[in-house]
Structure formats: structure tokens, C-alpha cells
């Protein structure tokens, strides 16, 4: 197959061969060179995130332009297959610079509150994974207990230097993206898991470059990086469950970035609702415009587990 994709509310297609891709009648049209091979065709609506690997693969200014207006995200590959760019529509909400100008706002007091929920969430999420493996996961419970405003005493850094020791039960691992695997592995999954924040997002009629927390004036996604934190561990799960299975992890294989894809499908705790994690982060982001807009003070974050 030449297509992989994952179900879910929305489709995620990786291509990995050479082909063209064009559109007639809402459709998204995939031809290949090979012309004993039958075009496909999928509904645009459909799609979520469109993953572009293969260095030829040809692509048509009309389906890029359908894509944008169906806010789907689009990401393009570098040599080593790793995801290195992404296209996402100019306006993505009918308030957007109304919500804009809400964003640009936000006070500095409420941004470290925010700082601070979204650090409890990522060290609680990554306390939970640990128990879940069955690891000892007391001094990440009381590191998420004692986060400060803004998180002013550093404890996501103290808490993901006792997590990435343990979690894959792999000696001396590091946390490093030009690492050894399974840093690969985290590498692909968290851009993938920044596509899908970015995306909600531009949804939610949010700017992803004007974080909350994230500051580097070199980053358009500072937002998206500051958000997908507490979800971060979905992808350690799988790639969790990719370490247990496999003892070569240098090369990533077609089957090992199908299962880095269903991130998006996994179902996620959110407050009084399970769904996939496409639907929660879009919940999340609607929730974080409602704290730039005074409507709320807490930002919707999963539970794991």
C-alpha cells in the first residue's frame, strides 16, 4: 500500500512513495507512476493531517489551497524522513482577530498560572505512565504538588530527569533529540503530536507563535510547544510500548511511524468525556481562549490513565 492511515474523526495519510497529488470534485486524487496502479481518491473532509515523506511527491496549488480551507495540516519531510515543515491555513477562526487581539493581552500574572497548570499536568501524566509500567513514581506526585507560579522552582526539568532515567527502562538514556533511539522515536511522534496542537490552535482562533511560556524569537510554534506538554506522554507510551517489542530502533520503519500516527486516535480523559486526542486538544485549545478572554481560569488538560 502506498497510503497508511489511521481512522479516526479526522484522517492522517503518510506518503512514503512517489506520487501526485491533486484534487477533482472535493476530492483529494493520488496518481503514482507507476499507471498499472489505480489513482485513489479521498474525501478532503476527511482529512486531518497529511504527512508528505517521499522527496517525490508533486502536489497541486488547488489542493493545497482545499486543504487549507478544510484546515488540514500538512507536513513535509527532510532527508531523514523526519517531519520539518508545516502548512496551516491563514485563518482558521471568523474571530480570529478579535481573539488576536485577546491573546496579545493576556497578563503576565495569568500567564504564569497558566505556566503553572500546564506543568502540574505534564509531571501528573508522566506519574501516571511510570505506575502504569510500574516504576516508582512518588517523587514525580510530589514534584507535581509543589509546582510554584510560573513554575519558578524548576520542577518540570528536576521531574523529567528522574522520568527519563526510568521510563524505558533503558541504562543511561538521555533525552536528546540527536540522540541515540529511542530518541528518533520521540523525535517523530512530539512533531506530529506539534502538528495536531498547532492545528487546534488555529482552530481555536489563537496564534501558535505567541506562547504562554515559550519565548525564542527563532520559534513560530511557541504556543503549541508551551500546550502539547501535558500530552507529550501519549507519545512516550507508544514509543514505551515500541522499546518493549523491539531490539533495533535505529531505522524508522514504515510500521513503526503507523504507530507513531495513531497518536491522534488514542482515546484521552478530558474532564467528563473520553474521545480521541485530535478532539482533546481541540477542547484544550478552546479552553485555553477561554482563560485569554476571562470566561475561565483553568485550561482543560488530559488525565492519563
Not at 507536513?75 to 523526519?82: G, I, K, S, V
Not at 516508582?136 to 507560579?149: G, I
Not at 510554534?221 to 507508544?238: N, Q, S
Request: with cysteine; glycine share 4%; proline share 5%.
Amino acid at each position: 500500500m502506498n497510503i497508511k492511515h489511521v481512522f479516526m474523526i479526522k484522517r492522517t495519510l503518510l506518503f512514503e512513495n512517489p506520487a501526485y497529488l491533486s484534487t477533482k470534485n472535493e476530492q483529494l486524487i493520488v496518481s503514482y507512476p507507476d499507471k498499472s496502479v489505480p489513482e485513489k481518491n479521498v474525501p478532503i473532509e476527511d482529512l486531518g493531517i497529511i504527512v508528505l515523506e517521499n522527496r517525490q511527491i508533486s502536489i497541486t496549488n488547488a489542493l493545497l489551497d482545499k486543504l487549507a480551507k478544510n484546515k488540514t495540516a500538512v507536513l513535509t519531510c527532510d532527508e531523514q524522513h523526519l517531519p520539518s515543515g508545516l502548512m496551516l491555513p491563514l485563518n482558521g477562526h471568523s474571530e480570529f482577530t478579535e481573539r488576536l487581539k485577546q491573546q496579545i493581552g493576556v497578563s503576565k500574572p495569568l500567564q504564569k498560572n497558566l505556566w503553572a497548570q500546564t506543568v502540574v499536568s505534564k509531571i501528573s501524566n508522566q506519574a501516571a505512565l511510570l505506575a502504569e509500567r510500574g516504576i516508582e513514581n512518588a517523587r514525580l506526585l510530589y514534584l507535581a504538588k509543589t509546582v510554584q507560579s510560573a513554575d519558578s522552582t524548576n520542577n518540570e526539568a528536576v521531574a523529567a530527569a528522574y522520568y527519563w532515567q526510568r521510563v524505558f527502562g533503558l541504562d543511561s538514556f538521555n533525552r536528546d533529540p540527536a540522540g541515540i533511539p529511542p530518541n528518533n522515536l520521540l523525535n517523530y511522534g512530539y512533531a506530529i503530536l506539534r502538528a495536531l496542537t498547532a492545528k487546534a490552535l488555529v482552530s481555536s482562533g489563537l496564534l501558535p507563535a505567541l506562547g504562554i511560556w515559550h519565548s525564542n524569537r527563532y520559534n513560530a510554534f511557541c504556543l503549541a510547544d508551551d500546550i502539547m506538554e501535558p500530552y507529550r506522554p501519549y507519545v512516550d507510551m507508544i514509543v514505551c510500548r515500541l522499546v518493549d517489542n523491539s531490539s533495533d530502533l535505529t531505522e524508522l520503519t514504515t510500521e513503526i511511524k503507523s504507530q507513531l500516527l495513531q497518536v491522534s486516535a488514542l482515546n484521552v480523559a478530558l474532564e467528563d468525556k473520553t474521545g480521541p486526542l485530535m478532539v482533546a486538544i481541540s477542547r484544550t485549545t478552546n479552553s485555553l481562549f477561554d482563560c485569554f478572554s476571562g470566561k475561565s481560569r483553568k485550561i482543560l488538560f488530559p488525565n492519563y490513565g
